[in-house]
């Protein structure tokens, strides 16, 4: 069974770090991405890491977020630090088994994904 599950979100001041993990079953990930759903809004790309280790970040978080992998565990991380109080959002995992893209930006996008988690809030106050 496919499975992606997140961990790690909360509530925290805003400057604060949160480190949200989705760890996945049911089949070996290829390429992986982080979103976040705030309310009213559309889902946003926020990082994506490929299958070679190749990282992108939405201009928004650039500089604060910090996606990572550890493939030997199947999962995968968001370091987020300088939290601001426009990053409270539900953040979801995605990920598929397969490896190749054909942009980087393409991990920023919701249909390059088959698999996804059932969310985690993060909230920022400020």
């Known amino acids: 069974q496919v499975q992606l599950v997140e961990s790690g979100g909360g509530s925290v001041q805003s400057g604060g770090s949160l480190r949200l993990s989705c760890a996945a079953s049911?089949?070996?990930?290829?390429?992986m991405g982080w979103f976040r759903q705030a309310p009213g809004k559309q889902r946003e790309g926020v990082a994506g890491?490929?299958?070679?280790?190749?990282?992108i970040y939405a201009d928004s978080v650039k500089g604060r977020f910090i996606i990572s992998r550890d493939n030997a565990m199947n999962t995968l991380y968001l370091e987020m630090n300088n939290l601001k109080p426009e990053d409270t959002a539900t953040y979801y995992c995605?990920?598929?088994?397969?490896?190749?893209?054909?942009?980087?930006?393409?991990?920023?996008?919701?249909?390059?994904?088959?698999?996804w988690g059932q969310g985690t809030q993060v909230t920022v106050s400020s």
């Open positions: 049911g089949f070996t990930a290829g390429c």
């Open positions: 890491i490929g299958s070679d280790g190749r990282t």
């Open positions: 995605a990920a598929d088994s397969r490896r190749q893209y054909i942009f980087l930006s393409d991990l920023l996008a919701t249909w390059r994904f088959a698999n």
